[in-house]
């Protein structure tokens, strides 16, 4: 199962425990996995090299290398 379907999972999951969906579609292993998947996704470090580093600053300037700025840069330009 890869990420995003993971958190496609736990997002329907959420909707359906506060009442937004019918019926729950996923049992509770299907969950579980969703969420170990995600859970380890979380857990990872981030690093992040300073070729990574110099291309946002050329991109968006000094004020925006922050860790999110830098992922998104980064996932967009893969």
């Known amino acids: 199962m ?3 379907t993971a958190i496609e999972i736990l997002e329907y999951h ?3 425990r506060v ?3 019918g019926y729950m579609r996923y049992n509770p292993n299907t969950l579980t996995k969703a969420l170990d998947i995600v859970l380890e ?3 990872q470090p981030k690093s992040y090299s300073m070729d990574d ?3 946002c600053i ?3 300037g000094l ?3 922050e860790a999110p700025y830098i992922e998104t840069f980064l996932n967009k330009n893969k």
């Open 2 to 4: 890869e990420l995003k």
């Open 14 to 16: 959420q909707e359906w």
């Open 19 to 21: 009442g937004k969906r």
């Open 63 to 65: 004020c925006k290398v």
């Open 41 to 43: 996704e979380v857990k």
């Open 53 to 55: 580093i110099v291309k």
């Open 58 to 60: 050329e991109h968006w």
